[in-house]
């Protein structure tokens, strides 16, 4: 366990993720461990093994790791078994099976957006409504990178490392006293730590939150530009979807990433959608038949999906958003849209 009191960058460097979640998140330490130790290593190769099949991601080599935690926290069938569970869940939402039917596919595009769109899935959730978004994307040797997201502003804030997220939300300035959580730290040893979380991600390099800078993570690109399709899902378009569209792609985009569709899953499931939203029906077309070719189940899934919808118009439906609905959302999206985003209807 490590002792808040005298932690330093170098020692939280050295420390595994178990040991942040000991000290601070798990209610009871001793039990933790006994449960991380008794985790079957094949059960956790072959979730990671189903993410890649449906997802077509290749996992970072720490969700193992964090997908071991998991499992020794059960904190989805024993809530109280995190610190603060009632203001904060700790649960990474993946999906790792495919719908049972092309409804449930649809009802899916609701659920994980973000995911499907920049490979960023819920990790956390506090009461406020604000959440945690996790990167599947990590580069090879980087750690698992997570974005909190505001839910008010519609966007993610700079990224941390999930061993910073860790330790820095489960600490407070609150005075320590017995029986209270062990992140009670009382100020100014709240801030000390909150340095010395900066100056372990400093030193790993975490990227800039600049979308636009060279090391900027391809989560954080990849959700600026699809955001405006998160309402449009649930037919309920944002009040800033012009502006949203204004950070989109265009047709010098299309011409570039459509060549590689076939092998991206998360271009592939955009491009299907952005076009069918914006009415552009050739290329939505187009998409479709290379997201047939993809190798992600989820991928080909949606291309047998929004080709339904194309074939059958009057049919269409994304849960409660039925086709008269959906009809209403893509004329507001082709009317919001820049000349380069859509062709003629």
């Given amino acids: 366990m490590l002792d808040l009191q005298t932690l330093t960058p170098e020692t939280l460097l050295s420390a595994s ?5 000991e000290t601070v998140v798990a209610r009871e330490p001793a ?8 985790v079957d290593p094949a059960a956790l190769q072959a979730r990671l093994t189903d993410i890649r099949r449906v997802l077509g991601i290749a996992p970072p080599a720490q969700l193992q790791e964090w997908e071991a935690i998991q499992h020794a926290l059960n ?3 024993s809530a109280d078994s ?7 869940s700790l649960r990474l939402d993946v999906p790792s099976r495919m719908p049972a039917d092309l409804d449930a596919l649809a009802a899916l595009l609701q659920s994980y957006p973000e995911g499907l769109f920049a490979g960023l899935f819920v990790l956390s959730e506090e009461a406020s409504g604000d959440r945690v978004l996790m990167s599947l994307l990590s580069e090879p040797g980087q750690p698992l990178l997570v974005f909190p997201y505001a839910h008010g502003r519609g966007a993610l804030r700079a990224a941390h490392s999930l061993k910073n997220f860790l330790l820095t939300a489960w600490l407070s300035d609150n005075e320590p006293e017995p029986d209270e959580a062990p992140g009670w730290v009382g100020d100014p040893h709240y801030e000390a730590l909150q340095e010395v979380a900066r100056e372990h991600d400093a030193r790993l390099a975490v990227p800039s939150p600049d979308a636009r800078a060279p090391t900027a993570p391809r989560s954080l690109h990849l959700h600026g530009r699809s955001r405006w399709m998160y309402g449009v899902l649930w037919g309920r378009p944002s009040p800033s ?3 949203y569209l204004e950070q989109a792609p265009g047709d010098a985009e299309w011409g570039v990433e459509k060549q590689e569709l ?3 899953p998360l271009l592939a499931n ?5 076009h069918y939203f914006l009415g552009n029906e050739k290329a939505c077309t187009a998409a479709v038949v290379a997201g047939h070719q993809n190798p992600a189940e989820l991928t080909r ?3 047998r999906l929004v080709e339904a919808w194309l074939a059958a118009p009057s049919r269409a439906r994304i849960g409660e958003v039925d086709a008269t609905a959906l009809e209403r959302v893509r004329q507001a999206v082709s009317d919001s849209a820049r000349p380069d985003q859509r062709s003629p209807r």
Avoid: P, Q, T
């Fill in 17 to 21: 993720l178990a040991d942040v979640v």
């Fill in 31 to 38: 039990h933790f461990r006994a449960r991380l130790a008794s």
């Fill in 75 to 77: 904190s989805r069938d």
């Fill in 82 to 88: 995190i610190w603060n569970s009632e203001d904060r």
């Fill in 241 to 243: 979807l012009k502006e």
């Fill in 262 to 264: 076939s092998a991206n």
């Fill in 270 to 274: 955009y491009w299907m959608l952005a």
């Fill in 301 to 303: 899934g949606l291309a």
